[in-house]
């Protein structure tokens, strides 16, 4: 199988209308992830009176299955159709969630038979994402021009916060009033609408692709590696620039997770604020997340067009990185300084900072998938979605848990949440050095990428 390399002029690879198209899949993955972590969660804790813990272990399962993404990219970039591997890993996913939501029904009566089909479903929800998300993202570097890069970033993860939001919303007025048959009915047809919606969305796109790569001026050739899975995952682990961006991706993920479960709990307890009014606070923060990947992705994507350095998203990173460091320092400064902090505002400022790291960071790997020997964005991608499942995974329990145990300590609430700010914030610095310590990571306009999809 021989490959086009993806030339720098505008009509070469993945338009715009490519783009979001490949974004409606991310959307739909978010969707039915919203589904088992979420909604499922909430239903066996309250309605079941299920130990947190069940759902707790069953959310870390699906991370650790998640391990599997090496494998699920080094098989997309051996067979080279990405759309297999994307529609795949989305049925896997689709058939997983309609699992878990029956493991759930069933845990009413039969407990254990619950939770045994509980394990196997988010096993196959853990193992649908690792093969989608991965084979998507793979996609998406080998066929986005280098100047496009932030705002595909931008774009693809927008949409998936609208697929995780539009989906909840859908099914918070789908469910009521509240019933087991009414919650399999409403969880069946989000699964099988992201679904049908992914095989609409990589329709024709990845032939589209390969015919603009065709005509745009070959540069180089990539040849489908011919190495077995451990000795592709060791040339990976080998390079320098791939290693030390792996430990950039867990160090910054654990960070950015680490206060998922512990921000509405201190602003309960440091700031007596009421549920309503701390689930708005988390509202805010998503919304600074989602005006900093627009920000990112738009500024980013013309500053490279304009200068013609797309490499230059290092930049982004270390503002997004040291933004979120500051923020979550002010955060651990609220602590002592008491009601009269501008927590609102504070949080704000750490959603737009996310934001920029994350669009940053996302293009940033876009661009590091590709400068492999040979098409190995698959393998890549899978690496560091390794890395960022096993910050995930870690960094709630780590938040909470340090939490509880600096509250112990410290003898005051307020006092123990700002102990784990303060190591949130000097887990973003560590990353800012991991990020600025990466000679030659970012390939530039004068080292093209080369395609693998023909």
Do not use: K
């Amino acid at each position: 199988m021989t490959g086009a390399a993806l030339g720098s002029g505008p009509q070469a690879g993945l338009g715009w209308v490519g783009i979001v198209r490949l974004g409606l899949v991310q959307a739909s993955i978010g969707a039915i992830v919203m589904l088992v972590t979420s909604l499922l969660n909430r239903v066996m804790v309250v309605e079941l009176g299920l130990l947190a813990s069940i759902p707790a272990g069953l959310v870390a399962w699906h991370y650790a299955v998640q391990l599997s993404r090496p494998l699920w990219g080094h098989s997309s970039d051996r067979g080279g159709e990405r759309t297999f591997w994307i529609v795949g890993g989305m049925a896997v996913l689709a058939l997983g969630a309609l699992l878990a939501v029956n493991a759930t029904i069933l845990s009413a009566t039969e407990a254990w038979s619950g939770l045994a089909l509980g394990i196997l479903a988010f096993a196959m929800i853990g193992a649908g994402v690792g093969a989608a998300g991965t084979s998507l993202l793979a996609l998406l570097a080998s066929a986005v021009a280098p100047e496009r890069r932030p705002a595909a970033a931008a774009i693809t993860w927008i949409l998936m916060v609208a697929g995780i939001a539009g989906s909840a919303a859908l099914a918070g007025s789908l469910l009521e009033p509240f019933s087991m048959g009414r919650l399999a009915v409403v969880s069946g047809g989000i699964a099988l609408g992201a679904l049908l919606l992914t095989l609409v969305a990589v329709r024709g796109v990845e032939a589209g692709v390969r015919r603009s790569m065709a005509q745009a001026p070959p540069v180089a050739s990539r040849q489908a590696p011919s190495l077995p899975f451990r000795e592709a995952l060791r040339s990976v682990l080998d390079d320098r620039d791939a290693r030390r961006f792996t430990a950039f991706v867990f160090v910054s993920m654990l960070a950015y997770s680490m206060q998922d479960l512990i921000l509405e709990p201190y602003a309960g307890l440091a700031f007596a604020m009421t549920p309503g009014e701390s689930t708005m606070l988390s509202g805010a923060q998503n919304g600074g997340v989602l005006a900093g990947m627009l920000f990112a992705g738009i500024a980013g994507s013309l500053f490279a067009r304009r200068r013609r350095r797309p490499n230059e998203l290092e930049g982004w990173i270390v503002g997004g990185c040291l933004g979120s460091a500051l923020a979550l320092a002010g955060l651990a400064a609220s602590a002592s300084y008491g009601p009269g902090w501008p927590l609102t505002l504070n949080v704000v400022l750490l959603g737009i900072a996310n934001g920029v790291f994350a669009v940053a960071a996302i293009g940033a790997m876009m661009g590091l998938a590709g400068a492999g020997e040979g098409p190995s964005e698959g393998i890549r991608m899978g690496v560091w979605g390794a890395a960022q499942a096993i910050a995930f995974g870690l960094g709630g329990l780590i938040g909470a848990a340090g939490a509880d145990v600096a509250r112990w300590a410290a003898g005051s609430d307020a006092t123990g949440f700002a102990i784990v700010f303060a190591a949130e914030a000097a887990l973003f610095v560590c990353a800012t050095f991991l990020a600025v310590r990466r000679p030659n990571a970012l390939p530039t306009m004068s080292r093209p990428i080369a395609g693998d999809l023909a």
